[in-house]
């Protein structure tokens, strides 16, 4: 059982800063993180994709961004914590939107790959 739990949403002015983190918690078997990503979905819009992160690698992971966000978002991981962090800067009135966290993960017992879903989270840009 895999569970992503969000936390860090709200309300900030613009130009102003926030830091979503995504916590993976598992259960019952042995998981391995392939990849997290952040998505976000502004009304009347498709969900799309702002950042990503590749597990693994000389590098420690490869990330992307969506051109919308680049340099104004990181996207970050604590392998320790199974924890990942989206920190938001100099916020835009248009990131306004529920961000949800998504995690590509493998069971190492199964061999299955599977992709889970945080809850979502509130983020509204406003003065």
């Known amino acids: 059982q895999v569970q992503l739990v969000e936390s860090g949403g709200g309300l900030v002015q613009p130009g102003g800063s926030l830091r979503l983190s995504c916590s993976c918690a598992?259960?019952?078997?042995?998981?391995?993180?392939?990849?997290m990503s952040w998505y976000r979905q502004a009304p009347g819009k498709q969900r799309e994709l702002v950042a990503a992160?590749?597990?693994?690698?000389?590098?420690?992971?490869?990330?992307n961004y969506a051109d919308s966000v680049k340099g104004r978002f990181t996207i970050s991981r604590d392998n320790a914590k199974n924890t990942m962090y989206l920190q938001m800067n100099m916020l835009k009135p248009e990131d306004t939107a529920v961000y949800y966290c998504?995690?590509?993960?493998?069971?190492?017992?199964?061999?299955?790959?599977?992709?889970?879903w945080g809850q979502g989270l509130q983020v509204t840009v406003s003065s």
């Open positions: 598992a259960s019952g078997s042995i998981f391995s993180i392939n990849a």
């Open positions: 992160l590749t597990s693994g690698g000389i590098s420690g992971g490869i990330t």
């Open positions: 998504n995690a590509v993960i493998s069971n190492i017992v199964t061999m299955v790959q599977s992709n889970y």
